[in-house]
């Protein structure tokens, strides 16, 4: 009688309209779109958009965030930051990909860190005790060789 829902994902984007105002902290597993006013920390597992007539007076942690209106607070992702010619962000990066398109407004610290890629082997940090001390550079082993013989 009633027809299934073929739609393939099980979540449902959200959506803050032009007009509302939204406070408090948002946990939110789907995407995100701000086209109205939020006020307080978004924790999303998707992708964070702050429309051109959006507001967001929040610290935003994202897959990937979007922003074409206004932003005041820090931004947190493991994707990419863009910032529209229409964008304004008053608030620090984290990030592993920034860009910022020609009249978008940055105004705070950018930090890069890259997403841990599962393809790439990690490299391993350099541990100074385990560093040969009296190594020679190129300079000196060209000198040694050269009164060598």
């Known amino acids: 009688m009633f027809k299934e829902n073929k739609r393939l994902s099980a979540t449902t984007d959200t959506l803050i309209g032009q007009g509302t105002l939204g406070e408090g902290t ?86 890069m860190e890259h997403a841990h890629d599962p393809k790439q082997r990690p490299r391993p940090e350099a541990d100074p005790a385990q560093l040969p001390v009296n190594e020679p550079n190129g300079k000196e082993a060209k000198e040694k060789a050269r009164q060598a013989g």
């Open 26 to 111: 948002l946990l939110c597993e789907a995407n995100l779109r701000i086209e109205g006013e939020y006020r307080g920390d978004i924790d999303c597992k998707g992708d964070v958009i702050v429309g051109e007539i959006g507001v967001a007076r929040s610290n935003i942690t994202a897959s990937e965030i979007t922003i074409a209106g206004k932003v005041f607070g820090d931004i947190v992702t493991k994707g990419r930051l863009v910032i529209t010619a229409t964008g304004h962000l008053t608030g620090n990066i984290t990030a592993a990909t920034l860009i910022v398109q020609d009249g978008g407004k940055l105004d705070g610290h950018c930090r």
